[in-house]
C-alpha cells in the first residue's frame, strides 16, 4: 500500500516541474548579469588570490589590447553565432515541420487500420471480460501525442541552443577574470537547458496524460498506449537536430581549414573565417540544440514506456494512481535532488583552480547517487521493502 495518496501525486508531480523551470529561470537571470560590456577592474581585483579564481586565469592578455575592443569583439562574435544558429534551426524546422505531419498521418493510418477503423469497443487483453476503447481512439490520441512530443522536443532544442550562444561569450569573458567565474558562468547556462528539459518534458506528459484520461477514464493501457507516442515524437526531431547539425559543423569545419589555412594562411578557428563562425553554428545546432531534442527523446521515451509497463501490470488493473505514476514521481523527485546537487557547485563550494573542477562534479555525483534512491523510495512509501530490493 502507497502512502502518497492520488491527490499528493497529482500535486507533486506538476509542483516538482514547475520548480525546475523556476529555477531554470534564476539560473538564466544570474548567467544574465555577466555584462557584455567593458568593466573596470582595479588593480587589488585583478591581483586578488583569494577569491573566484583569480589565481589562475585561463586566458592570456595581449599586450596593447585595451579591455572595449575584447568585449566589443567577444559581442561581436556571440552575435554572428547566435543569429547563424537561429537562421539555420528556422530553415532546418520548415523541413522538419513537413516530415512531422507527414509522420503524423502515417501513424494514424496505420493504427487505425489495425480494426478497420473500428469506432466499436474492443476487450481488453489483461480482461476480456471489460471492454476498452477502440483501435480509432488510439490511433487519433497516438498521433495526437506524438506531435506534442515532437514540438516538445523541438522547443528543448531550441531553448538550449539560445542558451548556449547566450553564454558563450560570457564564459570567454569571465575566463579572462579566472577559472571560477569561467566554472559557474558555464555550469549554470548548462544548468538552465538540463531543467528547462527534464522539467518541461515532465509537465507536459503528466499534463497529457490527464487530459487523455478525461477520455480513457480506468482503460490504462490503452491511455498508456496512446502516450507512447510522446517519446515517439521526442526522437523523431532529436535525429534531425543531430544528423543535420553534424554534417553541417564538419562541411564548415573543412571549408575553414581549406579555405582560411591553405589558401589564405588564417590560423584555425580564427573569427575572420567566416567558415569559422559556420563551424561554431554547427557545434550549436548539433550539439546543443540537437543533443538537448536527443536527451528529451530518451527521457521521454523511456518515461513511456515504463507507464505502458506499469499500466498491464496488478497496478494498472487496480487502477492506483499513485503506482502507475511512478516513473514520474522518480523524475520529480530527481529534479529536487539535482538542484540541491546544482548549489553544490555553484554557491556552497568555491572553485579556485583548474584541479578543483574533477572533484566538485565528483562531489556533485556522490552526493545525489546517495540522495536518489532514497527520495525515489520515500515519494512512494511502500510499507514491503520489496519494490526498493
Known amino acids: 500500500m502507497a502512502l502518497l495518496s492520488a491527490l499528493a501525486t497529482e500535486i507533486a508531480i506538476p509542483v516538482c516541474a514547475v520548480i525546475g523551470i523556476v529555477f531554470s529561470l534564476v539560473q538564466w537571470l544570474l548567467v544574465s548579469k555577466?555584462?557584455?560590456?567593458?568593466?573596470?577592474?582595479?588593480?587589488?581585483?585583478?591581483n586578488s588570490s583569494n577569491k573566484n579564481g583569480y589565481t589562475e586565469c585561463l586566458i592570456e592578455e595581449e599586450e596593447g589590447v585595451n579591455e572595449y575592443s575584447i568585449v566589443a569583439k567577444c559581442a561581436d562574435i556571440q552575435n554572428a553565432i547566435s543569429e547563424g544558429a537561429t537562421s539555420f534551426l528556422f530553415t532546418e524546422y520548415q523541413y522538419v515541420g513537413i516530415f512531422m505531419v507527414a509522420f503524423a498521418i502515417l501513424i494514424f493510418l496505420f493504427l487505425g487500420s489495425v480494426e478497420?477503423?473500428?469506432?466499436?469497443?474492443?476487450?481488453?487483453?489483461?480482461d476480456p471480460l471489460k471492454t476498452c476503447k477502440p483501435a480509432l481512439a488510439t490511433a487519433i490520441f497516438s498521433t495526437a501525442s506524438f506531435l506534442l512530443g515532437a514540438v516538445t522536443s523541438v522547443i528543448s532544442g531550441?531553448?538550449?541552443?539560445?542558451?548556449?550562444?547566450?553564454?558563450?561569450?560570457?564564459?570567454t569573458l569571465e575566463a579572462r577574470k579566472g577559472v571560477g567565474k569561467a566554472f559557474i558562468t558555464a555550469f549554470r547556462s548548462g544548468a538552465v537547458m538540463g531543467f528547462l528539459l527534464a522539467a518541461n518534458g515532465l509537465l507536459v506528459l503528466f499534463i497529457a496524460i490527464n487530459l487523455f484520461k478525461l477520455y480513457y477514464g480506468d482503460d490504462w493501457e490503452g491511455l498508456f498506449e496512446a502516450?507512447?507516442?510522446?517519446?515517439?515524437?521526442?526522437?523523431?526531431?532529436?535525429?534531425f537536430g543531430r544528423v543535420g547539425g553534424g554534417i553541417y559543423t564538419k562541411a564548415a569545419d573543412v571549408g575553414a581549414d581549406l579555405v582560411g589555412k591553405v589558401e589564405r594562411n588564417i590560423p584555425e578557428d580564427d573569427p575572420r573565417n567566416p567558415a569559422?563562425?559556420?563551424?561554431n553554428v554547427g557545434d550549436n545546432v548539433g550539439d546543443i540544440a540537437g543533443m538537448g531534442s536527443d536527451l528529451f527523446g530518451s527521457y521521454a521515451e523511456s518515461s513511456c514506456a515504463a507507464l505502458v509497463v506499469a499500466s498491464i501490470s496488478s497496478f494498472g488493473i487496480n487502477h492506483d494512481f499513485t503506482s502507475m505514476c511512478?516513473?514520474?514521481?522518480?523524475?520529480?523527485?530527481?529534479?529536487?535532488v539535482c538542484l540541491v546537487t546544482t548549489l553544490f557547485a555553484t554557491d556552497f563550494f568555491e572553485i579556485k583552480a583548474v584541479k578543483e573542477i574533477e572533484p566538485?562534479?565528483?562531489?556533485?555525483?556522490i552526493i545525489s547517487t546517495a540522495?536518489?534512491?532514497?527520495?525515489?523510495?520515500?515519494?512512494?512509501g511502500w510499507s514491503h521493502y520489496w519494490i526498493c530490493d
Open 276 to 279: 569559422v563562425i559556420a563551424d
Open 360 to 365: 566538485a562534479l565528483k562531489k556533485q555525483l
Open 116 to 126: 478497420g477503423f473500428s469506432t466499436k469497443s474492443q476487450p481488453c487483453t489483461y
Open 158 to 171: 531550441f531553448l538550449g541552443m539560445k542558451i548556449a550562444t547566450y553564454a558563450n561569450a560570457r564564459t
Open 34 to 46: 555577466v555584462k557584455l560590456t567593458p568593466e573596470q577592474r582595479s588593480p587589488a581585483a585583478a
Open 227 to 239: 502516450i507512447t507516442g510522446y517519446g515517439l515524437g521526442g526522437s523523431s526531431m532529436a535525429l
Open 326 to 336: 511512478y516513473p514520474l514521481l522518480i523524475s520529480s523527485m530527481g529534479i529536487l
Open 371 to 380: 540522495i536518489v534512491p532514497v527520495c525515489w523510495c520515500g515519494s512512494l
